[in-house]
């Protein structure tokens, strides 16, 4: 695998349940991020990660749980979803997430969540 | 807040022809990137703009960069179905020690034949 890998491409959860996404980087990258990508909306920043660490959580519910356990997985925790959370949730990369340093976001292909 | 506006969001356009996209923002940055997303797969890079001026150039794309203006353009050069995808720009801010991008709402180009 090369790349931003996601897992599952495709999820129909109701609203009682509990499910995980699961982002994987195979580019030596130190900064993960979550996306939200809703129909007729700008792509939305969720969380970042810089090293493990959390370092941006951009009002995101708590519904949504981030995950880091290392620079190359990073997990986004589902429970107790609402419909209007049916969106793609895109997952990327960059060496690292320093603000004024210039460092391009490679992307994974994203996974098209439906809540029902 | 940075706000970033892309117009137009839906282009509908003959091969063949040429047309430009336009990505304005709200509030002071340097750097500019384009994106290209087709249906169901991931974001592409197409263009990273780092100053006042910029001009890149792939294929039939080119981009540039008015940092006065606060103002990017996407043109299309002689159109053809494969560039058929949503276009994206994004604009870099700094809030605290992140690097982030905030991203327009796309222009979803179809080229006809």
Redesign the interface.
């Known amino acids: 695998e090369t790349g931003v890998t996601q897992t599952p491409r495709h999820l129909v959860m109701g609203m009682t349940n509990k499910k995980s996404l699961k982002c994987e980087q195979h580019l030596g990258h130190n900064a993960m991020y979550w996306y939200k990508q809703s129909a007729k909306k700008p792509l939305e920043l969720m969380f970042v990660y810089n090293f493990k660490e959390q370092t941006e959580n951009n009002s995101v519910p708590s519904r949504f749980s981030p995950e880091c356990p290392n620079s190359s997985h990073l997990f986004l925790h589902l429970h107790t979803l609402q419909p209007e959370d049916s969106a793609l949730y895109l997952c990327a990369s960059s060496p690292n997430g320093v603000a004024g340093v210039f460092y391009e976001q490679y992307f994974g292909p994203g996974t098209r969540l439906t809540v029902t | 807040e940075l706000k970033?506006e892309q117009n137009p969001l839906f282009l509908s356009m003959q091969e063949g022809k040429n047309y430009t996209i336009y990505c304005n923002y709200s509030t002071t940055s340097d750097?500019l990137?384009w994106?290209r997303q087709d249906p169901?797969?991931?974001?592409?890079?197409l263009f990273?703009l780092?100053s006042n001026g910029a001009v890149k150039q792939e294929g039939r794309l080119m981009a540039s960069l008015d940092t006065k203006a606060r103002l990017s353009t996407l043109h299309i050069t002689a159109a053809v179905h494969d560039l058929s995808a949503t276009y994206?720009c994004?604009v870099?801010n700094?809030?605290?020690?992140?690097?982030?991008?905030?991203?327009?709402?796309?222009t979803l180009l179809t080229v006809n034949p």
Do not use: I, P, Q, W
């Not at chain 2, 169901?40 to 890079?45: M, N, P, V």
């Not at chain 2, 700094?94 to 796309?106: M, P, Q, R």
């Open positions: 970033v750097r990137y994106y169901g797969k991931s974001l592409e890079s990273v780092l994206f994004a870099e700094s809030g605290g020690s992140n690097y982030k991008l905030t991203f327009g709402k796309g």
